[in-house]
């Protein structure tokens, strides 16, 4: 088979097995995961230095090895974590920045964390990537290891190794070596059955770096090598580790002469082959012994012969994975531990993986060490200092969401990885993304579990390593040159990277344009994962990688016009490209080729219609960025008619200024754009494609200025155009291009100039005699005075004090204030926004303009005529504005305050007020201004409170609120109070004296000390006296008396005694009470509400009938509720003798006390026994009726088949139509045959029915029983096929059934049947005889006079008892 190498990452490893290794959770080790007494160092080995027989090993000549840069070009950009400062011990102190976890690597814990990312997916990488693997069968390998155990009796193949040869082991102990060429032809085959009986299936095997031997591991513990170039046997050891036990694992190293095994005992041995006077020898020694801790995986560091000379394979360093931790050793010069790392917490029935590769970091080549178990990869990287000592740094986890059975290197940042479920993940080692997922269960994989579980050798194992066995699978998987080999039962399955060309054509051959274009960009751009097949330097690849993508491109296009839809709506067509073109012309953008996108894929496109237009709108959004300059005239001609013919004209707008439109009719262009009112194109055309600045203005101002100039309303549109060239002359003077970017910088002066001298014109072109001067600065004003000022004011601060500057500034105020102030028809508002602009002007520090202050006096009279009160608040706030931009320094003060007092600008008074420090007089402008009278409370407590303010000046604030305090309560009487308590708490008896009028008084009162009315003041902080309190409660009982007793809850400081002087003052009898009765005197206080409630009852007694209809009763119910409750409240605190005196213990309530008591204990007994009775009847009766359904609606089952009078079958008579009667008792009969035999009765219109047989049987019982019993017990009224009935020897003679009318016969039987239930007298029996009585005239229940042949009472029988127990359960 065809080995295609990876030219870009060469440093894949040439020998180093990255099996997939068994993990298990040791069940009995709890030693200590840091100490190394697992390793046998009971001596000090010395490392002796073996002569290497060359003819016996075949060790070739190494050439020149090449630079690093030639072996890995990819280098990794991850910081170090933690070093090994410690040989003995694995001391971590920092962490790795990029890892998900913050715990150090030495954490037992630090599994804990993998758990809660393994759900955790990674996109679908297909439409990013492609297909990044090639699997293929070795169909000439698969078919001779099939032919073998069919002719052979090899075996099914058990074990593989990979080199410049393909090993194949079996399972009957051959060896089946193949070539790697396209015939995979069996170049030898080693061993023989007969070995293989005696060995057992081969289990491991292993190819040293040269190819030239093969060591072979056996189920049942021995090994062999073998010479690869003659076929022969070179070694049969049989004593390199305890016997019974299977070989797990065999590995040369890079020292040919030495190699590890690792048996199902978990122990590892160092194999060393000697050749001594032509006799070969192995010596072993062993590492790690199993009964400390069981090794079930090892990998040995193998270097390419080009790294032979890395510092780090000096030590020939080994990793072995046990089932609770990572060791890695170093063999040489010495047996030394560098690291120990444990797992932490894990599935025990996990695989242990290792891997080592060779990687850059920080360009520096080192080795790097894989190692899992469970769903959490780590990495660590090897390093060896100039000491000469190993420091291993900790490098991004990988957390996954599978278990692992396999983890493969395939080079430095690309590896590949299987899950349990036979499914494999190709993964960037550095960004952590998944590139592929390929399922290989058709591979049928083949597992070591017999080996593990040692089946060859009695399965002398631990249930750990067992455990782990299960998913073993290390000997079915190599990798060696990039290329991996899975092990199925009957086939050899091999992986490897494709190029990065293969890859865009795998997914061409699916049809997936889009998808190949984009990872084909992700090739040009560098940013694509497990790239192979390209080479150069940078450039070199994105040309090489444009080619191909314009080769796409030619096939995209042609496939988007042969695919189109010929029949069909033009919607589908459109929705078809749409899909298609843009990714043409995004691809073409992206790779520069514009020459390409307007030539050959514009002409291939304009073959149809609707592409065409496709491709025209997929190039607005590039022409709107500026991404894309230099189109074609034919282009954009193309692209204007195009959407102008949609209608689209702000579309066309929007393209028109984004484009370089000097090659195509300027004047069509510019008419297009006037017609369609495309102002910005056409201001953009004339600017950009004729450097003409004043016509567009000439054109604009023609629209707008007659409408103005006549007064009229102006249109949305003109406004519109109006905004628009205000902004175009803000552009332009500022030296900017409309609608964006800038102007040429050699023509900014000679625009400001042109726009200059056409806004001064003393007249436009062609103008009427009628005009009048400056036409467009008057325009303007009119238009918008504020914007076009503010248009001015930006451009004066732009200008540079030269003489040409100063002039055209005097100028233009100059013709300001000739247009406004000698014209009536601005308002004041206009006239206002002029002169604020002059005053900020003139209040600049470098002002060199010049204005005649008569004018701003003129202005003054103006805003501020008293005779005209229109506009008032817009006239004051023009003023303002023109005050407050520096305009103050053009009039005299003391005239401004008196004009302003009389034109009522009370915030121009304060403004001025405010610059002389007389804060008191301002309270008068609050005070005085009915839109802000409600702020001066703010504004007193502002002044108060902020520091800054000197006394003087708050002594001044706060007389003048005293003299005002009357206005100010009656404005806001919460506010006022809340301004007094925060700032004068202590002259509150001083405003109360100014306070004359007592209901303004009242208001401030209530609102200082009623808490709910909402101030936010500290009520204790106020310290004011009783008095005030006993005031304020006295004029709360003259203005609101209803509201007393709900205020004096909520007050608290005033006296009880005057309080209660004022309450007699003012008659409130309830308050009066409850002000006793806080006080303590109960008595007192019932004594006033009883006195109230007698008065209240002889209102009602002395008036007339018309009278008392018209009071209510509703006083007197509220007065006596009043005194139950005062009575309740206090009861609790009275003794026995205050409680019945002075009523209740006294007088004729007195004398009866004793019997009304006795009532109350009968009424009491009486209830609760009324309810225990009637709740068990209630019960009883229920479980009767539902008894008694349950007997009337049982069927009826008879005993035989046939009728008791004829015996014979009940059918013989159905032709007859007879019917059939069923008793209860089980009898059936023919209806004719109990005719016969006058078994029918007639009662009240009714046929019923008697039982021949049972009537029979107890003659003598019938003839005693009347008439009536007779209806009872023995007679059921007809019924086809079915009658109910009841057997009359059980004696039912004791029972009789109500001859109500109401309960139907049949339901007569079914309930005597239940009354024999009861064994006695039911409940509901008793009822019904009681009811029976009641409805009797001479009703005695308990006297025997109405004994006799009809009537025997139940209450009369010796045995009666009643049974208050529940009633029997039922069996059906």
């Not at 065999?250 to 095994?261: H, M, S, V, Y």
């Not at 444009?546 to 995209?556: C, G, Q, T």
Request: charged share 25%; with cysteine.
């Amino acid at each position: 088979m065809e080995n295609e190498p990876d030219h870009e990452n060469v440093e894949q490893s040439l020998s180093a097995k990255t099996t997939e290794e068994e993990l298990n959770k040791s069940f009995n080790l709890e030693a200590s995961l840091s100490k190394f007494s697992y390793i046998d160092l009971d001596k000090e080995l010395e490392f002796k230095n073996d002569l290497i027989d060359d003819k016996e090993f075949d060790i070739p000549q190494v050439d020149t090895p090449p630079t690093l840069e030639s072996i890995l070009n990819e280098t990794d950009d991850e910081d170090e974590s933690f070093v090994l400062e410690d040989p003995t011990l694995l001391n971590i102190d920092t962490i790795d920045s990029h890892s998900y976890d913050t715990s150090s690597v030495a954490s037992s814990d630090s599994g804990d964390r993998t758990n809660l990312k393994r759900k955790k997916k990674l996109p679908d990488s297909f439409s990013l990537h492609g297909s990044v693997m090639r699997h293929s069968l070795l169909k000439g390998i698969s078919a001779q290891i099939v032919s073998a155990a069919d002719k052979v009796d090899a075996g099914l193949p058990t074990a593989i190794a990979v080199s410049s040869l393909i090993a194949v082991g079996t399972s009957h102990g051959l060896a089946l070596i193949f070539g790697k060429d396209q015939n995979q032809a069996l170049r030898l085959c080693l061993g023989s059955t007969s070995v293989g009986g005696q060995y057992g299936a081969i289990s491991a095997l292993s190819i040293n770096n040269d190819c030239s031997r093969l060591l072979c591991g056996f189920a049942k513990g021995q090994i062999t090598m073998w010479d690869l170039a003659s076929g022969k046997l070179l070694r049969s050891i049989t004593d390199a580790h305890p016997p019974g036990t299977a070989i797990l694992h065999i590995k040369f190293t890079d020292d040919p002469t030495l190699a590890i095994c690792n048996d199902s005992g978990g122990s590892v041995f160092e194999l060393t082959f000697k050749r001594v006077m032509g006799v070969r020898t192995c010596e072993s020694r062993c590492l790690f012994s199993g009964s400390k801790g069981e090794v079930c995986c090892i990998e040995p560091l193998h270097s390419k012969p080009e790294l032979k000379d890395h510092p780090i394979t000096q030590f020939s360093l080994l990793a072995m994975a046990s089932l609770t931790k990572i060791l890695v050793i170093g063999l040489k010069p010495s047996l030394k531990v560098w690291m120990t790392f444990p797992y932490g917490r894990m599935d025990p029935s996990s695989v242990p993986l290792l891997a080592w590769h060779f990687v850059a970091v920080h360009n520096y080549v080192n080795p790097m060490l894989a190692f899992c178990r469970g769903d959490v990869v780590h990495f660590l990287l090897v390093k060896r200092d100039e000491s000469g000592a190993i420091h291993v740094t900790k490098q991004k986890h990988l957390h996954l969401y599978y278990d692992l059975i396999n983890f493969t290197w395939i080079n430095s940042r690309t590896i590949v990885l299987l899950d349990s479920v036979e499914k494999l993940h190709v993964i960037d080692r550095q960004t952590q993304e998944e590139l592929e997922t390929v399922e290989i269960s058709e591979v049928q994989l083949v597992y070591n579990s017999s080996h593990f579980k040692s089946l060859a050798t009695g399965g002398n194992v631990s249930q750990a390593l067992a455990l782990v066995g299960e998913k073993a699978c290390y000997q079915s998987i190599s990798s060696y040159g990039g290329q991996i080999f899975y092990l199925g039962t009957k086939s050899v399955y091999v992986m490897m990277l494709r190029s990065w060309r293969e890859r865009v054509d795998h997914l061409l051959k699916q049809d997936c344009l889009t998808e190949a274009l984009a990872l084909a960009w992700s090739f040009h751009e560098g940013k694509a994962k497990a790239v192979v097949g390209l080479s150069g330097d940078a450039s070199k690849r994105k040309a090489v990688v444009a080619d191909r993508m314009v080769e796409i491109l030619f096939h995209y296009a042609d496939r988007a016009l042969k695919k189109c839809p010929d029949q069909g709506k033009i919607q589908v067509m459109e929705q078809h490209f749409q899909d298609m073109v843009p990714v043409i012309v995004d691809y073409c953008l992206l790779l520069e080729r514009k020459d390409l996108l307007f030539s050959q894929m514009y002409d291939k496109l304009s073959e149809n219609s609707v592409a065409k237009g496709v491709f025209l709108e997929c190039l607005e959004p590039y022409i709107l960025s500026d991404k894309l300059v230099g189109m074609t005239p034919q282009v954009m001609k193309d692209l204007i008619v195009h959407f102008q013919d949609k209608k689209l004209m702000e579309n066309v707008e929007a393209l028109i200024v984004h484009m370089d439109i000097t090659s195509l009719d300027i004047q069509q262009v510019v008419l297009m754009c006037w017609e369609n009112r495309l102002y910005d194109a056409m201001i953009y055309v004339y600017n950009r494609g004729m450097n003409e600045f004043i016509s567009p203005m000439e054109k604009l101002f023609r629209v707008i200025a007659p409408p103005l100039n006549a007064g009229r309303t102006l249109t949305d549109e003109q406004v519109v155009m109006g905004n628009k060239l205000l902004v175009y002359i803000s552009c332009c003077l500022a030296g900017r291009a409309y609608p964006l970017g800038d102007i040429p910088e050699d023509l900014v002066p000679l625009v400001k100039n042109q726009v200059f001298e056409f806004l001064i014109r003393l007249h436009s072109a062609e103008a009427s005699p009628e005009e009048e001067i400056y036409p467009y600065v008057r325009t303007l004003l009119h238009f918008d005075t504020r914007e076009f000022l503010n248009v001015l004011a930006l451009t004066f601060e732009d200008f540079k004090n030269d003489k040409q500057a100063v002039e055209y500034q005097q100028r233009i105020v100059d013709i300001l204030l000739k247009v406004m102030v000698e014209n009536s028809d601005f308002t004041p508002s206009q006239v206002g926004c002029l002169f604020t602009f002059l005053a900020r002007q003139l209040a600049k520090p470098d002002n060199t303009l010049f204005v005649n202050r008569t004018l701003f006096d003129q202005v003054l009279e103006f805003l501020c005529s008293p005779d005209d009160d229109s506009r008032h608040s817009e006239r004051q706030q023009v003023l303002l504005e023109l005050l407050q931009a520096g305009g103050i320094v053009q009039f005299e003060e003391s005239r401004l305050i008196r004009m302003a007092e009389k034109a009522e600008f009370y915030q121009i008074c304060e403004f001025m007020y405010e610059r002389e420090h007389q804060y008191d007089k301002i309270i008068d402008c609050y005070l005085r201004d009915p839109l802000r009278e409600e702020e001066v409370f703010n504004y007193i407590h502002n002044i108060l409170s902020i520091p800054g303010h000197s006394a003087e000046e708050k002594q001044s604030v706060w007389q003048k609120a005293m003299d005002h305090i009357e206005e100010l309560v009656s404005l806001r009487p919460c506010k006022a109070a809340e301004l007094v308590a925060t700032h004068f708490s202590e002259q509150i008896e001083t405003v109360i004296k100014k306070l004359q009028n007592q209901v303004l008084l009242f208001k401030f009162l209530r609102s200082l000390l009623d808490p709910r009315e909402g101030i936010h003041v500290n009520q204790e902080l106020l310290q004011m006296s009783p008095c005030v309190t006993e005031q304020f409660i006295e004029l709360l009982c003259q203005f609101s008396p209803n509201q007393v007793i709900e205020t004096l809850q909520v007050l608290e400081c005033y006296r009880l005694e005057e309080t209660i002087q004022i309450t007699q003052k003012y008659q409130l009898h309830e308050v009066t009470a409850y002000l006793l009765e806080k006080k303590g005197d109960i008595h007192g206080a019932f004594l006033i509400m009883l006195q109230r409630l007698q008065s209240k009852l002889q209102e009602i007694t002395h008036q007339d009938e018309k009278t008392k209809e018209e009071l209510s009763l509703k006083d007197v119910e509220d007065t006596m509720v009043e005194t139950i409750a005062l009575c309740q409240r206090n009861s609790h605190n009275l003794n026995q003798q205050q409680r019945e005196d002075p009523v209740y213990g006294k007088g004729k309530l007195g004398e009866i006390q004793g019997l009304i008591l006795g009532m109350l204990d009968t009424f009491n007994y009486e209830q609760t026994l009324l309810e225990t009775t009637t709740s068990l009847l209630n019960q009883d009766l229920h479980w009767s009726l539902c008894n008694l359904r349950a007997s009337v609606t049982r069927g009826l089952n008879p005993k035989q088949d046939y009728c008791s009078i004829c015996l014979q079958q009940y059918k013989r008579r159905q032709e007859m139509a007879d019917e059939i009667i069923v008793f209860s008792c089980g009898h059936l009969y023919h209806s004719f045959c109990l005719q016969n035999k006058e078994c029918t009765i007639e009662t009240e219109g009714q046929t019923r029915w008697t039982c021949y047989k049972c009537s029979s049987s107890n003659k003598v019982g019938k003839l005693s029983e009347n008439s009536s019993e007779i209806k009872t017990g023995k007679t059921a009224p007809s019924q086809v096929k079915m009658s109910p009935s009841c057997h009359p020897s059980k004696g039912d003679s004791t029972v009789k059934a109500a001859s109500e009318p109401v309960l139907h016969p049949q339901q007569i039987q079914a309930f005597d049947q239940l009354c024999r239930l009861y064994r006695g007298s039911s409940r509901l029996a008793l009822l019904t005889e009681l009811s029976q009585n009641r409805s009797s005239e001479s009703y005695r229940p308990f006297s025997g006079s109405q004994s006799g042949p009809a009537f025997n009472s139940i209450f009369q029988n010796e045995n009666f008892q009643l049974q208050l127990i529940p009633p029997p359960v039922t069996e059906d």
